[in-house]
């Protein structure tokens, strides 16, 4: 490798550390409707959870805005007590919703405190604030995504920009666009949107994959979160993938989603509430104040904090106090609850949970006969009378328990983000997740010359269905259509929700697509080629979310062969250029490009006949089934002796057939060609679910969020200057009055400082809020050069000592050294006289001034500027220290130089100087018996060393100086 390859290697290695350390950390968090955990991956980190300010491993997801300031976790939840009207909470609920929706008309009955309007562009939901300020929820979610990504940052000790990010099963396409336009304006690149079920079963199925084989297991997952309730039946079976490109067949375990129940308004939130409820009636039955608690914000904050703490409690003891203190109007609160008064409030919540299991149940249709285990998730689900609900409603006495209710999914997250991401290689754990809301295309059908009718009739064709696997392409052809048409991508067959989720469910129809260009292709093709419809390139992608990613006409016509090789010479030497640079594209046998190769999303084709004149899906799934076998795989149906007989019959034939062969092979070349055209169309896409806000509101709130996050970190740095200011006073005046700080300073200069520290404490405490950093950084900087001369006296005096003993160590070492480095310094030896005599004289000169400086310091006193100082010490050891390393590195590279051999010599020559070679040898050794070692150079040649001296072929690490300790070599 020459010089300049080197370096490039060791720069693009030193660029790569670079990389690593800035870049490769992952993130994922686990983003519920009361908590957020948060999880990284980092190079020597695997999957750990991440601490709050506060070393909490969960952190409330809610945020507190007043005065200008943010408040986050803990701090958020207690100022939320103190100011309800300006903390934002349980914004999940109202994530991508219309103002009307049901669910935000509950959203506003359980917290009445807020002000909450319509948005007047995408008619979604605005928070108010009390100076007039609104708020979307996209916005108020991703200051908290942003205060998650600081902490994963100061965590990881790095920056982080990926992550994955779960959401709610039940969220549908406006729901999940909603969140990942939240994690855009918190500065968050998604790798993926994970379900919170896939995540759990992903993290449950990674440390048990060794007990998973190609015979699925099933498992259900049943979670109580804050808001609501899921019941999830996960298969896992190991499946083996054979790549189209190398060919090679890939084994892991996958887990696949089944069956799906969900319950989005029962959760522990609900069982809180109708405490808190019931706490407000006790105290007002105690009749302490004329005033109604349910009317005080304030009040029914801390009724609701306690009936938090209540039902964990009671979770675990048949009856606790609830108190409170100074609820309202001075007067405390102190009452006894027990678990069946909090059982008896929520039978109707009990009641609901069989329905989410059998809903699961139905959707993946199964029995609980063919589920293994069923493993608790959520904190809702250390109620007891849940579990007893839950056992009854799957007819079994065990629950697993063996998961970690809080932080799976935050691990099954970021295990999947250190999956996607590009700096880490995981063991592959596939993901099959479902479909829970179908998915169709709606478009009207193409009246035939024979239809004299006016009316027309609406066509709709499936696209996903229900449970079915994503992520997954869908091309859907339109065979009929020869003119510019529009199609509605909807939501399908939707009776297996409830009344009211069908309502709180929202607009039915995703986008309105307007194709345009249909007719133009049509006009300039038909001609000469047949037209095989409009091809629509639907994508659902691994969070869920549906795309059409293109639209094109397809025509087909039959090419010669003598039209197709009329290709210019011009344009096949531009063609082999571009091939050569990398710039043709590969194209497989048949001379197309294989789009499914070019990733590992499935891809399905789906046509818009009649479903009476569709092709069997059966016979198509047995087409695709042998299509991907291996070309011997039918090999065990054939008799023992047909491999040979097939050998000899080629055999006789062979020379016949060929001859046919060629005459076929030309009669074929001389035959038309199927060439296909595509034509790109041009499609108009309209979000009819919930608008899209405009770029111009995109680039408002993130402005906005980006001057709130300047605001708080500057913030930030007056309360660090304010308590560094603090600090050094504090410290100062304690110094002040320790033993070294006055033997190195005078009376006088010790009051002057004292004054100062004083004047500097006043003042701090007269400032206001309005005072900006400045000043602040600037009267810390006057208190420490007040006190800088003091300060630097007495660590010279402390450092001192161990710094001239640093010295002599060293000058002593290279003493040492100097003594054996003479004995190989000269011609064809490591070092020069000048070498030699350059470190002499720095040896001389390090001593002499170490005894200068030294004796006048000692005539010096402790209470003034120091003669020398404890940097000027370490200049001199650095000059040693470079002149001994320059010394040893020398010695590490040298390379004596070795004697011709003699090639041409006879064989009585080599014999006589063999037998010279040996009595030397013996002399040697019994001249000096110290040196008797035999050395071996570059060359493999064995060089003898005499009377001390190094011959050609030796290394100086080996030899010994006369007279010196053996043990002290070079």
Known sequence: MSFSQMRLSLLCAVLLLAVGAAGLAVMSVDYGSEFMKIAIVKPGVPMEIVLNKESRRKTPTIVT?????RLFGDAALNAGIRSPKNT???????????????????????????????????????????????????????????????YAEAFAEQPIAEAVITVPPFFNQAERRAMLRAADLAGLKVLQLINDNAAVALNYGVFRRKIFNETALNYMFFDIGASSTSATIVAYQVTKVKSPVSGVVDTFPQLTVKGVGVDRTLGGMEFQLRLRDLLAKLFNQAKKTKNDVTKDARAMQKLYKEAGRLKQVLSANA?????????????????????????SLCEDLFARVGKVIKDALDASEMTMDEISEVILMGGGTRIPKIQDTLKAAIKREDLGKGINTDEAAALGAVYQAAHLGKGFKVKKFAIRDAVLYPIQVEFERVKSKEDSSDMSKTIKRVLFGRMQFYPQKKVMTFNKHVTDFAFEVNYGDLSFLSEFELRAFGNTTIDAVTLKGVEDAYMKHSADSESKGVKAHFRMDDSGILYLDKVESIFEKLVSKDADSEESTLSKIGSTISNLFGGGKKEDAKGGVDEQQKDDIPSEEIGDQPEDKKPDTASEEKKKVEAELPPDADSKDKQPGAKDEAK?????????????????????????KLTTIKADIKAEKQTRDLAEPSKEKLKQSKKLIDDMKKRDEEKDLLEKTKNEIEAFVFEAQHRLEEKN?????????????????????????????????????????????????????????????????????????????????????????????????????????????????NAEQKKTSLREKPKFTVQDVEMKIGALDREMKYLINKVKSFRPKTKAKA????????????TKAKDTKKTSKKDDPLDQD?????DGDDVETTNGTPTEGSTVKDQKAPGHDPDDEL
């Open 319 to 343: 009856d606790h106090f609830a108190q409170v203190e100074n609820l309202l109007d001075d007067e405390d609160f102190r009452a006894k609850v027990t678990r069946d008064e909090l059982e």
């Open 903 to 914: 090639k041409d010599a006879n064989k009585t020559e080599s014999a006589n100087n063999e």
């Open 65 to 69: 805005i007043k005065d200008g300031e």
């Open 934 to 938: 035999i050395f071996e150079d570059n």
């Open 741 to 853: 700080y006055k033997l190195c300073s005078k009376e006088e200069e010790r009051i002057a400082i004292t004054e100062k520290l004083m004047t500097a404490t006043d003042w701090l405490n007269e400032q206001d809020e309005s005072t900006p950093r400045k000043e602040y950084e600037s009267k810390l900087k006057d208190l420490k050069s007040v006190t800088k001369d003091l300060y630097g006296r007495v660590n010279e005096m402390l450092e001192r000592p161990a710094a001239i003993e640093a010295l002599n160590s060293m000058v002593n070492h290279s003493m040492h050294f100097m003594v054996s480095m003479k004995n190989f310094t000269g011609e064809d030896q490591p070092f020069t006289q000048a070498e030699y005599n350059a470190l002499e004289k720095l040896i001389a000169e390090t001593k002499e001034w170490n005894k200068t400086v």
């Open 648 to 672: 000899d019959e080629k055999s006789e034939g062979s020379s016949a057939d060929k001859k046919d062969e060629k005459k076929e092979q030309k009669k074929e070349d001389k035959k038309p």
């Open 88 to 150: 934002y909470r349980y914004l999940l609920d109202v994530l991508g919703k219309h103002f009307d929706n049901p669910l935000v008309e509950q959203y506003q009955k359980k917290f009445p405190f807020y002000t909450l309007v319509k948005d007047e562009e995408t008619g979604t939901v605005l928070f108010k604030h009390e100076d007039g300020a609104l708020y979307s929820p996209e916005e108020l979610i991703a200051m908290i995504l942003q205060m998650a990504k600081e």
